[in-house]
């Protein structure tokens, strides 16, 4: 039987990877995608929210917190769609994870990395292929790197090709790409069979748990709801955002046609040379209303 349960809903990927009964899953993953030097071989997780220094200050949510044995500041979350100001959201978790290491006093030498993992269900750079793609500090035009303090790693998990990418032939990153896609439909024993590793089995020993334990599974339930409602609610919201906009352009074109007409033939009676089409187009309805005005001005003063 399949497992049934969707590592990508954020209570399961939680349960994943901010698990400290299953630090290796953490680790593994985090090793998959960083492929850091040295490797991380221990995580300690945090609390997930931030502390708020006054009212006014923004309150950090983190999917994920950790430190591992190297001093590095870590944080995975997962976004299931790609949504406005998603860049500057992990920016300033990024820089809010490497701001909070700073102790008065202390040598700014002594601050460690504080890198970001953004496993993304939609496609944010579309005109490159690469499903992982490593933001740090660097001069555009010499790729000089001004530190790699700061990270941000995105997994883009639309762009994994199952079909020139089969899991057996896969890299560690590929297979946990593969996991998180597709483990929803597996049973245990099909996963290990895919993937070989048997992080894998642990991995789905989680999920399996998630779907065998009442509590647990309400819960999951309950965060899959909360999401489907929320995309739900952006589909309509942008639906209704075309068909106001589809209306108002309409409206505008009608507008506009009304200013194109009437303004030739006041130039006209006025006998002043016509405007040609292509200039009155570049204009604003402003500035077309504006024209329109002077016109019927210069028409009652003549008479």
Request: glycine share 6%; hydrophobic share 40%.
């Given at each position: 039987?399949?497992?049934?349960?969707?590592p990508?809903v954020?209570?399961s990927?939680?349960?994943?990877?901010?698990?400290?009964?299953?630090?290796?899953?953490?680790?593994?993953?985090?090793?998959?995608?960083l492929?850091?030097?040295p490797?991380?071989?221990?995580?300690?997780?945090?609390?997930?929210?931030?502390?708020?220094?006054n009212?006014?200050?923004?309150l950090?949510?983190?999917?994920?917190?950790a430190?591992?044995?190297?001093?590095?500041?870590?944080?995975?979350?997962?976004?299931?769609?790609?949504?406005?100001?998603?860049?500057?959201?992990?920016?300033?978790?990024a820089s809010?994870?490497?701001h909070g290491?700073?102790?008065?006093?202390?040598?700014?030498?002594?601050?460690?990395?504080?890198?970001?993992?953004?496993?993304l269900?939609?496609v944010?750079?579309?005109?490159v292929?690469?499903?992982?793609l490593?933001?740090?500090?660097?001069?555009?035009?010499?790729?000089?790197v001004?530190?790699?303090d700061?990270?941000?790693?995105?997994?883009?998990?639309?762009?994994y090709?199952?079909?020139?990418?089969?899991?057996?032939?896969?890299?560690?990153?590929?297979?946990?790409v593969?996991?998180?896609?597709?483990?929803?439909?597996?049973?245990?024993?099909?996963i290990?069979?895919?993937?070989?590793?048997?992080?894998f089995?642990?991995?789905?020993?989680?999920?399996?748990m998630?779907?065998?334990?009442p509590?647990e599974r309400?819960?999951?339930?309950?965060?899959?709801?909360?999401?489907?409602?929320?995309?739900?609610?952006?589909?309509?919201?942008l639906?209704?955002?075309?068909?106001?906009?589809?209306?108002?352009?309409?409206?505008?074109?009608?507008?506009r046609?009304k200013?194109?007409?009437?303004i030739?033939?006041?130039?006209?009676?006025?006998g002043l040379?016509?405007s040609?089409?292509?200039?009155?187009?570049?204009?604003?309805?402003?500035?077309?209303q504006q024209?329109?005005a002077?016109?019927?001005a210069?028409?009652?003063?003549?008479?």
């Amino acid at each position: 039987m399949a497992i049934d349960i969707d590592p990508t809903v954020d209570y399961s990927f939680k349960c994943l990877f901010g698990n400290p009964r299953h630090p290796a899953v953490a680790i593994h993953f985090l090793n998959s995608v960083l492929d850091p030097i040295p490797r991380i071989t221990d995580v300690d997780f945090l609390e997930t929210t931030s502390q708020r220094k006054n009212e006014d200050d923004k309150l950090l949510i983190f999917d994920v917190r950790a430190v591992d044995d190297q001093g590095r500041s870590l944080n995975i979350e997962m976004q299931s769609t790609k949504h406005a100001g998603l860049p500057q959201r992990l920016a300033l978790y990024a820089s809010s994870m490497y701001h909070g290491q700073f102790r008065s006093g202390e040598p700014y030498s002594s601050l460690c990395p504080a890198i970001s993992v953004c496993v993304l269900g939609a496609v944010l750079f579309p005109h490159v292929p690469d499903l992982h793609l490593d933001f740090r500090l660097r001069n555009g035009r010499h790729n000089l790197v001004l530190t790699d303090d700061l990270q941000i790693h995105i997994l883009e998990l639309p762009k994994y090709n199952l079909r020139t990418t089969p899991p057996q032939n896969a890299r560690p990153l590929e297979k946990w790409v593969y996991f998180l896609r597709y483990a929803k439909n597996l049973t245990p024993e099909e996963i290990i069979g895919q993937l070989v590793d048997p992080i894998f089995l642990e991995a789905a020993g989680v999920l399996q748990m998630i779907a065998q334990t009442p509590a647990e599974r309400a819960m999951y339930e309950a965060r899959l709801k909360f999401e489907t409602d929320q995309a739900w609610k952006i589909q309509e919201a942008l639906k209704e955002g075309r068909q106001e906009g589809l209306a108002q352009g309409m409206a505008a074109g009608v507008e506009r046609g009304k200013y194109l007409g009437q303004i030739p033939l006041l130039q006209n009676l006025l006998g002043l040379a016509e405007s040609p089409s292509a200039v009155l187009e570049t204009l604003e309805i402003p500035q077309l209303q504006q024209l329109l005005a002077d016109l019927q001005a210069q028409l009652r003063d003549r008479r």
